[in-house]
């Protein structure tokens, strides 16, 4: 079983940048596909970005496109998300997941998540 730690999160205004990093543990990361998500108050857990384990494809949900990246290094048992230009609507709480399937936009494709991490962007 994985267990999956999110860190780098924080407050930040209009335009600025952020890198939130998910440090997995218990097993070896490159097992398994790799999701963010972020979860608003009052709303659904919603797709940011997934990372393949089989040929280093990446998927990114159409609001994020050209300002976030996502990156795994499975030496280090780590996936990051790199957040740029960001805006008042991207505040939320952010998750890693990891999944033993193939990568997924959708939550319940992954079985294990992390704490989360607060994004907050103020105008």
């Known amino acids: 079983q994985v267990q999956l730690v999110e860190s780098g999160g924080g407050s930040v205004q209009t335009g600025g940048s952020l890198r939130l990093s998910c440090v997995a543990s218990g097993r070896t990361l490159s097992a398994y596909a790799m999701g963010w998500f972020r979860q608003a108050p009052g709303k659904e857990r919603e797709f940011v970005a997934a990372?393949?384990?089989?040929?280093?494809?990446?998927y990114y949900a159409d609001s994020v496109k050209g300002r976030f990246t996502s990156s795994r290094d499975d030496a280090k048992n780590t996936v990051s998300l790199q957040m740029n230009s960001l805006k008042p609507e991207d505040t939320a709480v952010y998750y890693c997941?990891?999944?033993?399937?193939?990568?997924?936009?959708?939550?319940?494709?992954?079985?294990?998540w992390g704490q989360g991490t607060q994004v907050t962007v103020s105008s």
């Open positions: 997941g990891a999944s033993t399937g193939a990568a997924s936009t959708i939550a319940r494709a992954y079985g294990y």
């Open positions: 990372l393949s384990s089989r040929d280093g494809s990446k």
